[in-house]
Each structure stands twice: as C-alpha cells, then as structure tokens.
C-alpha cells in the first residue's frame, strides 16, 4: 500500500516537473520568438510602407503573441479559461472605474490612430510646441522637438485639442511680409519679387507666387509675397527669397522703411535735448551741442 | 580632329579632364581609384570649355577599382517635364496634332568599361521645380522654358538639348483645353545623330471625362532624327501604355492657396 502510495505521488510530482518543463520551453523558446518576429515585422513594413505601419504591425503582433503565451501558459498548468475570462471582465470592469484617465487615453490612441491625422515621421504643433512625431502609443503621442527636447503628450489631450500637421500636404507657401516706401514704384518693386523667386529653383512655378497689396501703414505700403516649394525645401526658400529680396532691394535702390520716431514735449516746443555718451564719456547733444556735462544735465533738469 | 559632345577618354592619375556640353562645363579629376568632379555653368551653349575655377566645389568618389576610360553619355532628367504651350490651347474632338519640345538632357559620368556603376549625373541646365496636381498630391516635376512647337528647324537642335516629339490625340467627344502638358521624360529613350538629341515618340491620347490620359512611348527613333543612334535606354522601363495626370487644365489652382 506504501509501495503504490509513494508510486502515486512520484507520477504526480514527475508530472508537475514534466509541465513546469513545457511552460520553460514555451517561455524560453515563444518570447525571443515573438521579439525577433515583431522587430522583423516592423523593419519589412517600415521599408515597404511607413515607420508608422510597421510601428502598429510590430505591436499588434506583440500584443497578440503575448496574450497567445499566456493562455498556451495557463493552459499547461490546467486552469480553464471560462471563469477566468468571467473573472477578467469583472477586474476590467473594477479596473476602468478606478483607473478612467488610462483608459480614455487608450481609447483616445485608438481613435487617433484610425483617424490618421498624423503618422510617425510628421512634423505637428501643438499648444505652440513643434516637432517630429516618434511613436504614437497607448498613452501618449511621443514627439521630439527641434531643439531635441522631448515632448509627451497624452492621448486625450490631444483627441480634445487643436493640432496642426505641418507636413501633412507635398507642398507648403512662404509668406514674406515685405514695406516699400510711399515713393517706390510698386510696378518695379512687383517685377522685382517675381524675378527673385523666379530664380530659386526650388520656388516652385506652379501653384505661382503671389503678390497681395496688404495695407497702406503708417510709414510703408505693407505686401505680402508668397510662393510655394516642397514641403522639405520650406526653411530654405524662406532664407533664400528674404535674403534675396533685401539683396535685390539694396542694389535696385527700393527703400525698406522703418519706423522714425521724432519725441516733443508739445507742439510749440523744439524737440527735447538728447545726449549720445560714448563709451569714453564724450557727450555729444542734439539739442545743445558743446556744452559741457554738468551744463547738459541742467538742460534735462528743466 | 573635333571631339564628340558625347566622349569616351583616357583620364590619369592625377590629370584633370574638361569638357563643354551647352551651358556646363565638368572637370573630371583622376587620383588612384578616386574621382573627383566638379562642375560650373555660364550663359555660352557652345564653345571652349570653361576654365577650372580658382576653388572648384569636388565631388570626391571612390571606385571599386582603377579605371583608365570614362564615358559621359546624355540621359533624361529624373523627373518628369511640365511643358508650356505660350497659350491655352484648344483640341476639338477627334482631333489631331504632333508638338516638339525641346528638354535638357542630364550628363551622367561612368567608367567606359562600367556603364552600370555612376559617378555622377549633372543636369547641363538647372530647371526650376514646379508642382503638377493640387494642393493636396501630385507630382514634382521640372518647368522648362520651351514651349511646344509645331514646326522644328535645324538651328533649334543644340547638343545639350533633346527634341521630344509628342502626339496628342483628342479621342473624345468633348474639347480639350489645357496650358501645359506633363511629359514623362523618364520613359524615353535618347537617339543621337551628329550633335542632335532625339527622344522617342510620346502618344498622348485624351479618352475625355478623367484628367487621367493613356499615354503610350513608342521606343522606336523619330522619323526626323534619320539614322540616329540609341545612346541611352529610359531611366524608368516602359509599359505598353500608361495611364496618368498628363494635362494641366486652366481650372487647376484657380485659387492661388488662399
């Protein structure tokens, strides 16, 4: 009796051994399996497609491929899955009344990634924030910014707001706000902007630049010139038609006004007395020139 | 005795090589398996080429190798052509018309003994960009000058210039209008004869309805270009027809992005 005692409790523990053998194999084998596959799937499709594709492709299968070792796990060690599948929907139940922030930014990223307002690799703003797109995940939206800092916004927040996909579109306008003086001829001043834009090969001719007549200022006629370029080329165009229109500006002799400010005390006065103080203490007056330090300061006085 | 535009030559180590092809001048520049190239342009299209500018901008390349013989040959621009037609133009249905166009060819530099390895592609005449599509897709394509003509003399032919010649076929029952018409350079082969450029022939034919087109390159030389020679296959293998955005109608960007 001891004999088929001891025999029986031999087999259930060379059993126990036996499973807890298969999950190790499961485990050591299905794991770097599963890294190895989401890496590969994510490379092939980041190739072939777009990082943010192969992102979602790589995590999809993770996810997938993890949820399959678990339940390949539990089913090794003889747990049904039935109850506890019951018992799951009941903890998700407890855990979303408890965690709600989590899960409306989980359900956020869903939406984000189905609208497909942007992708990896896009460069947005938001809340005044620019920078590239660098994983968008169940959380958050990961960006790094220009300046290399990194910005971590949660889903929600930016389901709820206003963002802006700067490269969404092929191509972008250059808008250069430009003041002639009064006396300019803006015939010329037009033929001029064209001509500078004309010869940046990367000013896109078609859609043509622009010309908008903005407003009469105070001390300049204000225009708006615009043109379009590839939406990589946008910073160079902006430097080359500014740099450009000043260059061409100074050598045609067009005038770019700024503002001259005269101070009066009142309307029957002379301007007030200004001193210039160089750095060797040489005061040099506009009201009254040659007087002494001392004198000038009295003139202020009064 | 005069050189060819299109040249097969002997570099050495260390010895430098120039050569004019209409407006650009390249320098070519040999030290052991590495070559150096540098390129200017001016407003001369024929003519002595230029001289080596006092700090040239080299391109330094290391080959898998020493070659003794280079070869440059013409090829098509890498994207496609927007050409202007100076006017609007109007095709009644069932109408007919065969246009030449004049592009600049691009110069691709090679070992004479391996065609497939580049070392560099320079175009003769840098083209501006312009965009074909709206706002939202299409294509990046170069805006050339040229307008299409109906007549071709002899002293239109340049050497650094290829002579397109294209037929557009209005096959449906409504007018077509447009100003500007994409060519799919890419597609095309180049025929030599002298210091002439040919390219193959493009069939354009409008079905109406769809801005899409079939457009159909022909593969064969003109019938203008005689006895030409092929000198270089197109850049993008050729379908039997294909159908694509070729038309830029006046509607297009009628609201210039405000």
Known sequence: MEFLSSLFEGQIAGERLFVLLRVLIILVVGLPLLLILRRALN????????????????????????????????????????????????????????????????????????????VVGDVISVGGNVGVVYSIDTMSVKIRMFDNRFLRVPNETMIKSEYINITRFPIRRVDCNISVAYKEDL???????????????????????????????????????????????????????????????????IEIPFPHVSVYAGSATKPLPLDLISSDKTVLSSGAQGKSRSEKTDTATE | MKQSIWPTFTLKDRDVFRHRIGPLTIFLKRFLDEIW?????????????????????????????????????????????????????SFFSQTRTRVFSRVPVWVRITPASREDLVIAELPT?????????????????????STARRILTEDLLEPHLVVCPMEIRNNSD?????????????????????????????????????????????????????????????????????????????????????
Request: charged fraction near 25%; charge should be neutral; include cysteine.
């Open chain 1, 43 to 118: 490379r092939y499709i980041s190739k072939h497609y777009s990082p943010h594709y192969g992102m979602l492709a790589g995590k999809l299968v993770f996810f997938v491929g993890i949820t399959i070792l678990l339940i390949t796990v539990l089913h090794e060690f003889g747990f049904s899955l039935t109850p506890l599948l019951g018992a799951a929907g009941i903890l998700g139940i407890a855990l979303a009344f408890a965690s709600q922030t989590t899960a409306t930014n989980i359900i956020s990223g869903f939406f984000l990634v189905a609208e497909k307002s942007f």
């Open chain 1, 187 to 253: 015939t010329r001043v037009s033929e001029i902007l064209f001509d500078v834009a004309a010869k940046l090969p990367y000013s896109l001719q078609e859609p043509p630049p622009l010309l908008i007549f903005d407003k009469f200022g105070s001390s300049s006629i204000d225009l708006l010139f615009v043109a379009w370029t590839r939406k990589e080329n946008f910073l160079k165009l902006r430097n080359g038609l500014n740099m450009g229109i000043k260059e061409r500006f100074d050598k045609e002799g």
């Open chain 2, 37 to 89: 190239v540098a390129s200017i342009r001016d407003d001369e299209t024929r003519g002595d080429a230029a001289g080596l500018p006092d700090k040239p901008e080299w391109m330094r390349m290391a080959l898998p190798g020493e070659f003794d013989e280079y070869r440059i040959h013409p090829v098509m621009p890498d994207r496609p052509v927007i050409i202007d037609t100076e006017h609007s133009y």
């Open chain 2, 125 to 145: 005449v840098v083209l501006s960009e312009t965009w074909f599509g709206g706002f939202t897709e299409g294509e990046l394509s170069y805006a050339v000058s």
């Open chain 2, 174 to 258: 409504a007018e077509l209008k447009f100003e500007k018409v994409c060519l799919r350079v890419d597609r095309l082969s180049i025929f030599a004869r002298g210091d002439a450029l040919w390219s193959d022939e493009t069939v354009i034919n409008y079905q109406g309805m769809d801005s899409s087109t079939d457009t159909e390159m022909k593969g064969v030389r003109p019938p203008e270009a005689g006895d030409a020679k092929m000198v270089s296959k197109p850049r993008t293998p050729v379908r039997k027809s294909i159908g694509l955005k070729t038309f830029r109608r006046l509607r297009d960007f009628h609201i210039p992005g405000f």
